[in-house]
């Protein structure tokens, strides 16, 4: 195969259906951002909870004099109550599987609560004997929280054992909700590029119909007249994946670490490394479909 010639073709082809061509470049370049943001998302949630099922807590919520009956049918809970929670907290039983554990009386409690809600009217109407007196748990293996449900869920005193892994599961439910909302669309974007591809392929065909009799004519093998336009649509997704990547890049550098890394220094973020991860992935998903759709398009559309 004469490659100058071929190159020539892709050249020609590429001049003859310029606004095309920046219509592929554009599509390709919105839908494989769509979907490097996906992949980013995955990453996100995946670090999230990494980084906060470790810290996850379970809270041992003793009896008030405001809960309810069917709970603590004794009230508050007393000092021999609490004494026994504490007891089983250091027991054999338990000890294992316990990293650590602190306890909160009614005061820090009120003290922690008047900081979380400063500035709201609701922390005016909160006294500190409302507040549970708490055991707050740092497990080993926070997948074991029900080791401590089953052990002092029943204890007397006790109102609630909650692992606080629940609150987090009911976050990134949310976010996993809006990364396959991007896939979504980022899917019907890859659609709309790939149908895309194959119209400007089979145009482009078109308008040489004359050239690709005479090559047909001459003795030219299938895959000679294929190639070109083969290689025009993977140029055309190439510079969009490229102009993807470098958005994709551009959102963790300027929007995740200098922005969302500094005002929220809570939790960890993806960075350049993942980022650059994912640079090849479009690349490599954007030349593929945009081979395989101008491939079938060719073959099934010109029949010289």
């Known amino acids: ?5 071929v190159w020539g073709e892709v050249a020609n082809g590429l001049r003859r259906n310029f606004s095309m061509v920046v219509s592929v470049v554009l599509v390709t370049f919105i839908s494989l951002t769509f979907v490097g943001t996906a992949i980013l998302m995955q990453m996100q949630i995946g670090q999230m909870k990494s980084f906060w099922y470790d810290k996850a807590q379970v809270a041992v919520y003793m009896c008030t004099d ?3 009956e069917t709970t603590c049918p004794d009230g508050s809970a007393s000092a021999t109550q609490l004494a026994a929670i504490k007891a089983e907290l250091d027991g054999s039983t338990l000890a294992s599987f316990i990293d650590k554990y602190y306890f909160e009386d009614h005061q820090q409690a009120f003290d922690n609560f008047q900081k979380q809600f400063s ?3 609701v922390a005016q109407y909160v006294t500190a004997d409302q507040l549970n007196e708490t055991y707050w748990v740092n497990l080993k293996d926070p997948s074991q929280s029900a080791l401590l449900l ?4 029943s204890q007397p005193g006790v109102e609630a054992v909650t692992d606080q892994r629940s609150y987090l599961d009911q976050i990134f439910s949310v976010l996993n909700a809006a990364s396959y909302t991007a896939i979504g669309i980022a899917g019907l974007m890859l659609i709309a590029a790939v149908l895309l591809i194959a119209t400007t392929i ?3 065909a078109f308008s040489r119909r004359r050239e690709l009799g005479i090559m047909r004519l001459v003795g030219a093998s299938n895959g000679f007249i294929q190639t070109p336009f ?3 649509g993977v140029i055309a997704a190439f510079i969009g994946s490229l102009l993807a ?5 551009g959102i963790v550098q300027f929007f995740v670490r200098g922005y969302l890394a500094v005002s929220v220094p809570l939790t960890s973020f993806v960075g350049l490394g993942d980022a650059f991860l994912v640079v090849p992935i479009l690349i490599v998903v ?5 081979a395989v759709s101008a491939n079938f398009a060719i073959t099934r559309y010109l029949k010289i």
């Open 245 to 249: 990547g470098g958005a994709i890049v």
């Open 66 to 68: 405001v809960s309810v």
């Open 286 to 290: 954007g030349c593929a479909l945009a």
């Open 202 to 204: 089979r145009l482009s």
């Open 1 to 5: 195969m004469r490659f100058a010639l």
């Open 150 to 153: 089953e052990a002092l869920g």
């Open 119 to 121: 500035g709201n009217p």
């Open 230 to 232: 083969i290689i025009e």
